[in-house]
């Protein structure tokens, strides 16, 4: 297994998980800026928890180095806040659902961080 992909030797999985990430740190920023618990809030809620289902559950079929990696327990760790946080809002609990909306998106922006390490392949393209 290569160390790494260029991104133009990235399988389609590997698109739709970055895709799935771009689309999912630019709605998640406008879900939490807007008002919250309007219609557009839980539609637009929806779709970015889909997405980040996605982008989690996806991440296991990558492995980058031929192993499973430390940022897989990431993954596990996003998947358990996103239905803690529907459990939360499903049970009328407000504080519970933005506390584990707000550790999921910062856990998107901090595995987005992660991928510019100089050895992953955002890393090279972004740093040569
Ligand atoms: C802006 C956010 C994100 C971007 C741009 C991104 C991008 C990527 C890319 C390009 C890869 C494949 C190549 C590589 O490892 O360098 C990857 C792998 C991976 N991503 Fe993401 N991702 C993001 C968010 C996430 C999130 C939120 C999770 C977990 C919930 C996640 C979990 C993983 C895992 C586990 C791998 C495999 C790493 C390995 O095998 O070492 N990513 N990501």
């Known amino acids: 297994m290569p ?12 698109l739709l998980h970055l895709v799935a990430a771009l689309a999912a740190i630019a709605l998640g920023g406008v879900v939490l800026l807007r008002q919250k618990g309007t219609f557009a809030h839980r539609l637009m809620g929806r779709v970015w928890v889909g997405l ?13 180095r031929g192993h499973f990696s430390f940022i897989h327990v990431l993954s596990v760790v996003t998947i ?18 933005k506390i584990n909306m ?17 050895y992953r392949m955002l890393g090279k393209l972004v740093f040569g």
């Open 52 to 64: 980040m289902f996605v982008i989690a559950f996806g991440s296991f079929f990558i492995q980058a």
């Open 3 to 14: 160390a790494i992909y260029t991104i133009d030797q990235a399988p389609p999985h590997i």
């Open 102 to 118: 707000r550790i999921a998106y910062a856990s998107l922006c901090g595995a987005g961080l992660f991928t510019l390490l100089p």
């Open 80 to 97: 358990v806040t996103l239905l803690a946080a529907i459990y939360a809002i499903r049970h009328n609990n407000v504080r519970a659902h």
